[in-house]
Structures are given as structure tokens and as C-alpha cells.
């Protein structure tokens, strides 16, 4: 079964920074993209239909991110592709959200920040919180 627990984040002031985490196990590492997303309060009933693709890599070593975390936000992973990580600089109030991993058999890492990852395996999701 595919695993993904998660841990980092916190609180920061604006300006500062953070880094979430993600232990990934239990996957094909060839066959799944990795990718982070977040999910503001008041979507919660949406579910996962709700949650903004944040930043995606794939095997192929490509990597996307939203526009709004362009030049800020860094997705990596280690080379033996078991933990992924979002370095998070410059924060700023509005990406105050739950963040969530995902391992999704999405082909490429464009396709998973737009299409969204319905159907993929999800963290359990990690609070950040940017105040000023």
C-alpha cells in the first residue's frame, strides 16, 4: 500500500520560512509523480476537489509550480526518491493552508498541478500558517 506521512510546517511571520516533508513508501517509483497541494478553510466540503496544486515533479526530473509560488516555493526529493520536500521562502499570509503530499500515476508533472490528483495517494496533510 502506498504510504505518506508527512511532518514540518508550523507557524511563521510573513517574510519568513518553512519546509514540509514527506516520507513516501510503498510506490513504483518509476510510475508515480510526486507533488504538493493546499487547501484554504472553507472548502472543507469540497474535499480533494478543493485542494490548489502548489508545486509537481516527476521522473523525469520536471518540475511545475502555480504562478503564485513561482520564484518562492522549491519541490525536491532525494535521489533515492523516498522523501519529498517543499521549501517554502518569502511566505505570505495568503499561503496560510493545509498542505498535502500526493503520489499520483499522473505523466508528467504539468498535468498533475492542472488536472488535480483526485484519485492519488495523499499525505495527511501539514498546517502552515503565515501571519503578519
Known amino acids: 500500500e502506498v504510504r505518506l506521512v508527512q511532518s514540518g510546517g508550523g507557524s511563521v511571520q510573513a517574510g519568513g520560512s518553512l519546509t514540509v516533508s514527506c516520507v513516501v513508501s510503498?510506490?513504483?517509483?518509476?510510475?508515480?509523480?510526486l507533488g504538493w497541494f493546499r487547501q484554504t478553510p472553507g472548502n472543507e466540503r469540497a474535499g480533494v476537489a478543493a485542494?490548489?496544486?502548489?508545486?509537481?515533479?516527476?521522473?523525469?526530473?520536471?518540475?511545475r509550480y502555480a504562478d503564485s509560488v513561482t520564484g518562492r516555493f522549491t519541490i525536491s526529493r532525494a535521489s533515492a526518491g523516498t522523501t519529498l520536500y517543499l521549501q517554502m521562502n518569502s511566505l505570505k499570509p495568503e499561503d496560510t493552508a493545509m498542505y498535502y503530499c500526493?503520489?499520483?500515476?499522473?505523466?508528467?508533472?504539468?498535468?498533475?498541478?492542472?488536472?488535480?490528483?483526485?484519485?492519488?495517494?495523499w499525505g495527511q496533510g501539514t498546517q502552515v500558517t503565515v501571519f503578519s
Open positions: 510503498g510506490y513504483p517509483y518509476n510510475e508515480y509523480c
Open positions: 500526493v503520489a499520483d500515476r499522473t505523466s508528467s508533472a504539468w498535468l498533475l498541478i492542472t488536472a488535480g490528483a483526485e484519485f492519488g495517494h
Open positions: 485542494r490548489e496544486g502548489v508545486a509537481a515533479l516527476c521522473t523525469d526530473g520536471t518540475t
